[in-house]
């Protein structure tokens, strides 16, 4: 059984809320620094989606994975 692409949703999802962290912490570190603007403001709100979408990917990859177990085993 090839789960090479679940394997890969893992890892680009992975890699998508790293990108996305450490977007969303140099835009925290900008309003910390007073460049309030409503770039660093909004796009912190979609940051946070982002991650959320990311997360979301992966806890249905973990269930698809769980499932596959059952089935298999």
């Known amino acids: ?20 962290t450490a977007r969303f ?8 620094r007073g ?9 912190m709100v979609e940051d946070r989606r982002e991650f ?3 997360l979301a990917t992966i806890r249905v990859a973990d269930q698809m994975i769980g499932t596959l177990l ?3 085993a």
């Not at 912490?25 to 910390?32: D, G, K, N, S, V």
């Not at 460049?35 to 796009?43: A, L, M, R, S």
């Open 1 to 20: 059984m090839n789960i090479e692409p679940i394997n890969s949703v893992f890892t680009d999802s992975m890699r998508g809320i790293d990108t996305v």
């Open 25 to 32: 912490e140099e835009r925290a570190r900008e309003i910390a």
């Open 35 to 43: 460049e309030i603007d409503p770039e660093n403001v909004g796009g």
């Open 52 to 54: 959320e979408t990311d």
């Open 70 to 72: 059952d089935v298999v």
